[in-house]
C-alpha cells in the first residue's frame, strides 16, 4: 500500500530555517517515477502549491513569495523529498502535505504542522 509520511514539522522563529521530509513506501519503483510536490494549507484558506519536483528532475516553486527561499529537492535511492525553508515568516504557518503523482492517480500525506513564531 503506497504511503507518504512527513516529518520535520513544529516551531520556527521568524527568519530562522526548518526542513521538511517526506518520506515514500509501497509505491513500485519507487519515487523516481513519481512527480512529487509540497503544498500547504493555512487556517481558514485552500490548499496551496508550494514547490514541485518532477519526476525528470525539475524543480518549480510556485508562490513568488517562496522564490529564492524554499528549495525542494528529493533522493530517490532513499524515496525521500525535502523541502527546505529558509527565512521563514509567520504568515506561513500552516500545515504542509507531502503529495505524490503517478499517472492519473495523486497520493497524499496525512500533513505536518508548522508555526512560525517568536
Known amino acids: 500500500q503506497e504511503q507518504l509520511v512527513e516529518s520535520g514539522g513544529g516551531l520556527a522563529q521568524p527568519g530562522g530555517s526548518l526542513r521538511l521530509s517526506c518520506t515514500a513506501s509501497?509505491?513500485?519503483?519507487?519515487?523516481?517515477?513519481?512527480?512529487m510536490s509540497w503544498y500547504r494549507q493555512a487556517p481558514g484558506l485552500k490548499r496551496e502549491l508550494v514547490a514541485t519536483?518532477?519526476?525528470?528532475?525539475?524543480?518549480?516553486n510556485y508562490p513568488r513569495s517562496v522564490q529564492g527561499r524554499f528549495t525542494i529537492s528529493r533522493d530517490n535511492a532513499n524515496n525521500t523529498v525535502y523541502l527546505q525553508k529558509n527565512n521563514v515568516k509567520p504568515e506561513e504557518t500552516a500545515v504542509y502535505f507531502c503529495?505524490?503523482?503517478?499517472?492519473?492517480?495523486?497520493?497524499w500525506g496525512q500533513g505536518i504542522q508548522v508555526t512560525v513564531s517568536s
Open positions: 503529495s505524490a503523482r503517478k499517472d492519473a492517480s495523486t497520493y
Open positions: 509501497g509505491f513500485t519503483g519507487g519515487i523516481s517515477a513519481l512527480t
Open positions: 519536483h518532477t519526476k525528470f528532475g525539475h524543480a518549480v
